[in-house]
């Protein structure tokens, strides 16, 4: 039987049954996938190119087009030069144009530890309450360092008192500083700090030694460009000097009789002072001139005949002695006397003469003569004979 509708009319609700898949066909739906938006750049790239590309379309008519595509370029390569390109540096201060300058010193060495440091800065800088001086040092081989600074003043110059020295060279420079930077470099003025004594050394004659002269050349080395004083105590006698570039010096020195007590004193360009004392004794030596003839006889019938006379002179120590000033003459009988020019010993300390007794000499005695005269050991004399004979 079948079952029996509903009282209302309408008929029952009935389950329908799957239907079977059709040969072929997929028997259920898959997900659908959605697709994943673009990046924010391609984004931008994919509305630039709609832009341009509906630009285009517009502007095509009315011949734009070339115009576009060259803004478009401009733009683009514009956008990656400024990404790709290389950072440009800021500018630097500009230096000032004008240098102070700094004075140099009467004389560099000094034994002072602190000095005063004087310049002056350009006309067109003075008054300038925006700008200072500053000072550098280099010690040495050292890079420059500073030192302090000055305000510009109301005046060209300017000084920097007190300024302390390190023992050796100090190579100071100046530069203005101020708002726009620094100005070139000063020249360089250098103090050099020496408080070191000069060293003394006297190397001729020794300590003591004796002397047979009436002057005493002291030889020997000090610092360079020292000024010397050397005062014989004995005597009273004061002679001055100056080591040259090497530090070198001579000083003749007065003696007297006995022993010579005397004391060197040397003054270097720092003004530093030391003092040395030596002594000499005055030996009882004297200049000495031997005089010779050769030949030692001449015969009345070989007139006129030749004749040479020659000389050693020897220092009151018995060594030859150079640079002595000589004079021979020598007198025949019955002739006139003939006197030289004057000659200078060599460092043998000899010279010599020639010369001719004329014919109407008559036999007797000839003498000859030297006189010697020095600078050092005053002068002497000396003479000898032969005979002319028949």
Known sequence: ??????????????KARPRTSAPGRIASHRRVERTRSLALPFRFLFVVAVIALCGGILLAATGGIGKVAATIGSTFGGFFADLTATPAPSSTPSLL?????????SEPYTNQATIDLVGSVPA????????????????????PSIVTEVPVGR????????????????????????PAGLSEPSPVVTYILDSAKPKIKVSSPKNGAVVNAKTVNLVGQTQPRSSLKALNVSTAAVVSGQADANGNFSLPVTIGPGKNDITITATDPAGNENQLAFAVRKGAGVLAATLSSAPYQIRLSTLPARVQLSVVVTDPDGHP??????????AAPNVSAVTSKTFTTGANGT???????????TTGQVTATVVVKTSGYGETTDLTTFRIVK
């Open 97 to 105: 144009a004008d240098a102070p300058v700094l004075e140099e010193p």
């Open 321 to 330: 002695l150079g640079g002595a000033k000589v004079t021979f003459s020598i």
């Open 124 to 143: 067109n800088l003075v008054g300038n309450e925006n700008l200072r001086v500053r000072v550098f040092v280099a010690i040495g081989e050292q890079t």
């Open 1 to 14: 039987m079948r079952p029996r509708p509903p009282s209302n009319g309408r008929p029952a609700t009935t």
């Open 155 to 178: 005046t060209a110059q300017f000084i920097v008192p007190g300024i302390t020295l390190v023992e050796g060279s100090n190579a100071f420079s100046a530069r203005i500083a101020g």
């Open 351 to 361: 010279a010599a003469w020639s010369t001719t007794i004329p014919k109407g000499a």
